[in-house]
């Protein structure tokens, strides 16, 4: 007699089969294959044209024993691309994963995995004493070490711009940007968001507040796009500092840096700057409410495995916090890079 686990019986997503529990304790093979083929070069192999097997086989000193199995995985998880035997890079991998383009994000994940860790002592140990990897008695992490290393910073502001760059236009198309004339991005880094946000709805001025660290980069990047006039920078802290008053007050991937009484803080300290008749706008990588989706929850632990207090939460309780601070919530948006937005207006 087959003994199920209550409430598992039929239930899409549950596992059965020996050799689907056993991938899952194999997942570890796919990052590899990632790693292996940036640390190859195959991306940037495949940069300008599709080449067949043997000629790319070549061109990175593949052995033929592994090769085609090798290429035809990248295929399969759709990082690369198979057609009539010549592999190209996939879209996804010709935006993120070229180390010219804006977007490339190879650096930022093998410097994450450094600073992280990979294994599973990491995980073990949050669960076991509920403090990230490397924390110190003072709650200080490895991950800090990014703002004080130039090239670890470059590498992580080119992450954050790949991700804020898809979130971006989700934003634009969310909002009746024509009704509102100013905006502050808070913790808005170098200012990419801003950027786009500004080059798209050309009366619209902004102000991004951050780290003082981030006015240089900033300052490059908004004379690059050639809205430097309608931007500004206010380094500082947003839990000490009075946020820029605002029409429209943006709220990225901040709140899950903080645990909920300082979420709840932060939302009535923008309360206090938007606009009477402005907005409130809170995107984030929310799980969602029935606690179902595994890569949100996965990017929840990964979290709390390289922050001190940071962790995931859902649109549910994110629509509560934004109550109690005094806002009334309008509507709950999918963005892309698994990303829900919450819209809100302060009468």
């Known amino acids: 007699m087959t ?3 209550p409430g598992c019986a039929g239930r899409p997503g ?3 089969d020996p050799y689907d529990v056993m991938f899952v304790g194999w997942s570890f093979v796919r990052s590899g294959l990632l790693s292996a083929a940036l640390e190859l070069g195959v991306f940037t192999a495949l940069a300008e044209r599709p080449l067949v097997g043997a000629e790319l ?3 990175l000193g593949l052995h033929p024993r592994a090769a085609r199995d090798f290429l035809d995985a990248l295929s399969a ?7 009539d035997g010549r592999y190209g890079n996939s879209p996804a991998a010709a935006r993120h994963l070229l180390p010219d383009r804006d977007g490339f994000l190879g650096g930022f994940l ?8 990979g294994g599973p002592q990491a995980l073990t140990g949050l669960l076991r004493t509920g403090d990230a990897r490397g924390q110190n008695a003072a709650g200080e992490v490895p991950f800090t070490r990014i703002f004080h290393d130039p090239e670890r910073l470059r ?7 790949a991700f804020s760059s898809a979130v971006a236009e989700g934003l634009c198309a969310s909002l009746d940007w024509s009704a509102h004339r100013t905006f502050s991005d808070i913790g808005g880094a170098r200012g990419n968001l801003a950027a786009r946000l500004a080059a798209a709805h050309p009366w ?7 780290r003082p660290a981030m006015r240089a980069p900033f300052e490059d990047l908004v004379a690059e796009r050639g809205v430097g006039d309608r931007l500004a920078f206010v380094g500082g802290d947003f839990f000490v500092d009075d946020l820029p008053r605002a029409d429209v007050l943006i709220l990225g991937g901040v709140l899950h ?19 009477d008749g402005g907005c409130l706008v809170v995107y984030d990588t929310m799980l969602d409410d029935e606690r179902s989706r595994p890569e949100s929850l996965l990017l929840s632990l990964v979290m709390m495995t390289q922050s001190a207090q940071a962790s995931g939460f859902s649109a549910a309780q994110c629509r509560e916090w934004v109550a109690r601070a005094g806002f009334t919530v309008r509507r709950t948006v999918s963005l892309p890079a698994l990303t829900t937005a919450l819209v809100a207006g302060k009468d």
């Open 77 to 83: 998880i759709g990082l690369l691309c198979r057609a």
């Open 204 to 210: 619209l001025t902004g102000t991004v507040l951050d």
């Open 3 to 5: 003994t199920r686990e």
């Open 14 to 16: 549950a596992l059965d």
């Open 257 to 275: 840096d903080w645990p909920d009484e300082r979420r709840l803080e932060l939302l009535r300290r923008a309360h206090a700057a938007v606009a």
């Open 155 to 161: 590498l992580f502001l080119s992450a954050m711009d």
């Open 110 to 117: 093998r410097m994450t995995g450094d600073l992280m860790g």
């Open 57 to 59: 086989s070549a061109r």
